[in-house]
Every structure is written in C-alpha cells, then in structure tokens.
C-alpha cells in the first residue's frame, strides 16, 4: 500500500498570508506514461464532506479559487494558499490514485493566527 | 442538480449487519465508478471500497475484505455498501463518493455526499 504523510499536521497563518501544506508518498505517483501524477487534494470544513480542489497534482478544480495550487511530482507534493482568507480554517488531505488501495494523507487543519 | 444522497446509518450491535444506500442524480449514474469512504468521529478519510460504473469490477480496503460488499443498480442510480460482522472500529460516517471522470478508471473523487452515520456498539 502506498503511504501518504502530511506535514504539519496542524498551522496556524495570519490571515492574507501564505499557507503551505506537504504531503510525500511512500512511493512514486507518477505514472510516466502519461507523465501525471495521481495526486489530488480535498478540503474539509467541519461538518461538512470533504471538497476536491486540486487533482492531477496541478489542476485546480473548477470553480475553485485561485489562491489554492499545488505543486510537485514523484513522491513529494505541495498545496499552497497564497493569501488565506478566514472562509479558508479546514482541514486539508492529500490523496494519491495512482493504485488501489487509494489512500489518504492524515489531514492537516489549517487555522487563522 | 448533481448530488449524492446517502442513507440507511443508525445504531447496530458488534457482529450485526447494515445496507446503506446512495442515491445519486443529475448525472449518467452507470458512465462513473464510484466508491465508500469513511471518517470515524475526530479521525482522518479512509477509503473502504470502490465499483466501476458497469458494476463488474470492485475494490475493498483489506480492513473490510471478506465483511463488506459495493453494488450498484445502474437502473435506479443507486450505489450500495453492505456491511456484515460489524466492529467497533467501523463506526464511521459513510460517505459516498463520485469519480471525477467518465469510464477512464481514474478515482479521484469530484461529488461527496453528506454522509450516514454507522454506530457499532452494544
């Protein structure tokens, strides 16, 4: 099974600020023959399911803001919040596609300083 | 409108059995696989099973593998988790879930649904 490790596993940003959350895989999400990486990312606020927002490691999902992107290939990723906004306190996962059994990162919760 | 509606959670015993049911709509329900994921209370996501959109092909967790069974009936847009020999450890809320693309085999996930509540306790 393919390992999915958060860091932190909490931060707290002022808000305006820059928010960066890493995840590294136990092995390689990339697949090189279509040179994409199985890597997407949710957000979850409480009480609430979980929300796609970035996928293919890069490809930010529609209607998503663009103060959210992802970065990274192989086996270590990055989601970045450029300018947090209060609407922006949640939890954030990691999750790679790339062979089942799919697998999460164990979240990072995000709040404001 | 697209959305997922889950249903059948409540209270059961250790050892006893639950089906609970996800109801989908707005969207070609038999083009996209989909799957179950769960989140005990105060924990993290945890993947337990997956269908492809025809129904011939699935995946379990291996913490569910012998105990649990996806479905689907592609006639009333319903996906299906039947849940036997139930554990303490599978208290969860269930979330249904939708793949983000049509019939390509590619499971990240684009629609949640609000999630059912599963209580295994005595």
Known sequence: DIVMTQSPDSLAVSLG??????????????????????????????????????????????????????SGSGADFTLTISGLQAEDVAFYYCQQYHSPPWTFGQGTRVEIK | EVQLLESGGGLVQPGGSLRLSCAAS???????????????????????????????????????????????????????????????????????????????GIWYFDLWGRGTLVTVSS
């Open chain 2, 26 to 104: 707005g969207f070609t329900f038999s083009d996209f696989g989909m799957s179950w994921v769960r989140q005990a209370p105060g924990k993290g996501l945890e993947w337990v099973s997956a269908i492809t959109g025809s129904g011939n092909n699935t995946h379990n967790a291996d913490s569910v593998k012998g105990r649990f069974t996806i479905s689907r009936d592609n006639s009333k847009s319903t996906l299906y988790l039947q849940m036997n020999s139930l554990r303490a450890e599978d208290t969860a809320v269930y979330y249904c879930a939708k793949v983000g693309k049509p019939r390509l």
């Open chain 1, 17 to 70: 600020e820059r928010a960066t959350i890493n995840c590294k895989s136990s092995q390689s999400v990339l697949y090189t023959s279509n040179d994409k990486n199985y890597l997407a990312w949710y957000q979850q606020k409480p009480g609430q399911p979980p929300k796609l927002l970035i996928y293919w490691a890069s490809t930010r999902e529609s209607g998503v803001p663009d103060r959210f992107s992802g």
